[in-house]
């Protein structure tokens, strides 16, 4: 049990979920108890158009009582095409909340018994695709599984362990309805979704991409001050700018032998500084290219006490 927590956790600060150490009694307890949360939030006035209206009351029962993600997701594609921009965003904003609750409940069903994560194994493979488990033979296998895709999850693995995480890809097909901010925020959580930046305490996709990525959420920030998920991206990118200027454990900036700079690394926050003027974290990559070339871009107690320095103040 103490292996899983730490996997999960590692790959759930990318995923924003719920913190660790927030129980499944507790998880379970905030999902049933969400009708006063669901009526501040999602309850409208009628507008001119009662079909509108119609859709957000029923949404609003929906999430009201006990709540079914499955059903809960079967009514969005259903109807979010009836509501306006701010409504859509609302419900779609809900069904995130909604999900990150659940998760730690549905990660539970993972390790219910020592067989479900062997019977997994025994059919995962890196083209595994979870919308192909109508084959699955074992039938507590298959709704798991089955319930894990139609609530709006994935399966990830870690250190050979599955567990599933929020399929933030759900949300593609939900952009056409939602507002600006809204549709920018699931572009960027699609990404994420799609190849999540690091695995194993090591990045999995090159220094270019985590700084265009890292931009993205600076855009946004700016952008969508006030925007919902402004503060989720925040998160992100607090952990995005950490990686920018600290590597992981397994993909270090600096060389633990040489403590030279690692090349693509240089290359990607040159090119970055260079290219951009009107970003922050440019005119930050630009002061850090200045003190790393006075120490011939080496890791030393100047520049490790200047990355620490900025590492909080990135924003």
Known sequence: MIIKKTVIGTILIFTLALPIGCSVEKA?????????????????????????????????????????LVKTVEF?????QLASQENASTIINKLGELQKQYLP?????????DTIQSKINSI????????????????ELKDLLTETLNSGYKIKTAEGMYFPIIDHKLYDKYSLYVTPDMKEYIDIMSTESEKAPAKDAALVIEWDELLKRSLSMEK?????????????????????????????????????????????????????????RDSKLADTLRDFLDILEKNNYKLTVEVDNYRKSIDNNIQ
């Open 28 to 68: 379970q307890s905030t999902l049933n108890n969400n009708s006063s949360v669901s009526k501040q939030t999602v309850e409208q006035s009628p507008t001119n158009n009662s079909q509108v209206y119609e859709v957000m009351k029923e949404f609003n029962s929906l999430i009201g009582n006990a709540v079914d």
């Open 76 to 80: 969005i594609d259903t109807n979010i």
């Open 105 to 113: 409940i549905l990660e539970e069903k993972y390790y219910a018994n």
């Open 124 to 139: 995962y493979t890196s083209d595994f695709d979870i919308n192909k488990i109508s084959s699955i033979q074992d039938e």
């Open 220 to 276: 946004f920030i700016n952008k969508y001050p006030e925007s919902i998920k402004v503060n989720e991206i925040k998160k992100l990118y607090e952990n995005y700018t950490s990686f920018i200027l600290f590597g992981l454990d397994n993909t270090p900036l600096f060389h633990y032998d040489t403590k030279a700079i690692n090349s693509k690394a240089k290359a990607a926050y040159i090119a970055v500084a260079e290219n951009n």
